[in-house]
């Protein structure tokens, strides 16, 4: 049985994954792309990554508001306002990829990596098989990702790699985008009052840690040009 808290959920969420966190954030490659030390290569192969879990954001979003209870409606409404400010994001990378020389169409067209692969199945069972509100761990990882180094990596390695501002949209704005979004993730997140919800959500946000670590090892292990 859960203990009471005088913790809101959000600040036992942080409590309950800062183990995982950590260890996420003590991947090599973010202490390297604060330093503006990523090759093209690697900058390339983060963005290819990044389509590939970046186009399912809305599609899951669209699949936790379908199947969540009435109970929650709040949280629907709240899943609307996500759907409108991430649609397209996708489409974002690619103008990245482009804008740095790559071959946008060819990632459109291509498969993710396995790491990748497995993250994006991992929400959509998440989403589908267990509690759709578990989604929000994953929105945690992502979101706190980004207001934590987005901005600052896409600075650093722009200036390294002498790459135009064209090429940083996704990081950049994400980097903006998301600081705003974590007091309104706070504020659902403090609205969550059924435990099986917060178990859910808490659960997914461990998991993704480890599976989203995954994605950004795999993008250490491209080829350097």
Known sequence: ?????????????????????AEF?????????VAGQVSLATYQAFLTQA??????????????????PERLEWLREAVAEYVRE????????????????????????????????????Y??????????????????????TSVNLATRAARAIQSALQLPDAAFSYLTSHGELDQSHIGYFEHLMD???????????????????????DVFRSVLQTPQA
């Not at 389509?51 to 969540?68: E, I, S, W």
């Not at 267990?130 to 992502?142: D, E, K, Q, S, T």
Request: glycine share 10%; proline share 4%.
């Open 1 to 21: 049985m859960k203990e009471h808290s005088d913790m809101g959920f959000y600040a036992e969420l942080l409590a309950g994954t800062e183990a995982e966190r």
């Open 25 to 33: 954030l003590a991947i090599p490659l973010f202490s390297a792309a």
């Open 51 to 68: 389509y590939h879990h970046v186009k399912h954001t809305v599609p899951l979003l669209m699949a936790v508001g379908a199947r969540l």
């Open 86 to 121: 991430e649609y397209g994001h996708q489409e974002w990378v690619l103008d990245d990829i482009r804008a740095c020389g790559g071959d946008a169409e060819s990632v459109r067209h291509g498969a993710p990596a396995l790491a990748t692969d497995r993250m994006v199945a």
């Open 123 to 144: 929400a959509w069972d998440t989403v589908m098989r267990r509690n759709p509100v578990g989604f929000f761990g994953m929105v945690l990882v992502l979101e706190g």
């Open 191 to 213: 609205r969550l009052d059924d435990p099986g919800d917060q178990s859910a959500v808490l659960w997914c946000a461990r998991q993704m840690y480890g599976l989203y670590g």
